[in-house]
């Protein structure tokens, strides 16, 4: 079945430390996209990628940084430099509008002690 | 800019009562597309209806409608009879050509529905 898969599901981290969050789709979408989610902030844009090898910043690209090398994968590191990375974190694609609506993975949660 | 606003952040009904999330948009253009989506406790946002700018036919399905009102910019969601399984965040979100380009949605803050039996 096709779909996007985001692991770890719960992701532990000390202070100071970077991460990096996996994002892989099978949709054989163009475009993917990173949010993240705070209780009662709805969900905010991070990074977004239309095609590969090109990504721009969302609403709230500081401390974040992405890559994308294949069309399958757009993995998110969460930087020192974010100073309140523990979140949710949802990965999601679409055929290349937004028009057609996003498919969006189960996502992983970020605890930074 | 494009905008969305849910006003209710919680609702809670009991079980088999009718209820009504509301959404209202902000855009400059006139071909939009509107959506909504639920959000389980598992996390996964799951897809529910998407609705461009010049189809305002009310739509139905299931337990399910929509009713989308250009004149008043909204498009609200309405669940009969809830169940329990209807509990969930609810986001209503807008997809337009802000800024010569269709790349991305943009979200309400959601609305949190509790269906208690």
């Known amino acids: 079945d096709g779909g996007i898969t985001q692991s770890p599901k719960y992701l532990f981290r000390k202070e100071g430390q970077n991460v990096t969050l996996s994002c892989e789709q099978n949709?054989?979408?163009?475009?993917m996209y990173w949010y993240r989610q705070d209780p009662g902030q709805g969900l905010r844009l991070i990074y977004y990628?239309?095609?590969?090898?090109?990504?721009q910043k969302g609403d709230i690209a500081e401390g974040y940084s992405v890559s994308r090398e294949k069309k399958e994968s757009f993995p998110l590191t969460v930087t020192s430099a974010q100073k309140n990375p523990t979140a949710f974190y949802l990965c999601a694609s679409s055929i290349g509008l937004a028009n057609y609506g996003y498919t969006f993975g189960s996502g992983t949660r970020l605890t930074v002690v | 800019a494009q905008k969305v606003t849910q006003a209710q952040t919680e609702i809670s009904v009991v079980e088999k009562e009718d209820v009504t999330l509301d959404c209202v948009y902000e855009t400059r253009d006139t071909t939009y597309y509107l959506f909504w989506y639920k959000q389980p406790p598992s996390g996964e946002l799951v897809f529910l209806i998407r609705r461009n700018s010049f189809d305002e036919q009310n739509e139905i399905s299931g337990r399910y409608s929509w009713n989308f009102q250009k004149s008043t910019s909204s498009f609200n969601f309405t669940i009969t009879a809830s169940q329990v399984v209807d509990s969930a965040v609810y986001f209503c979100a807008l997809s337009d050509y802000s800024g010569g380009s269709n790349y991305k949605l943009t979200f309400g803050k959601g609305t949190l529905l509790t269906v208690n039996p």
């Open positions: 949709l054989n979408h163009d475009a």
């Open positions: 990628s239309q095609i590969v090898n090109d990504f």
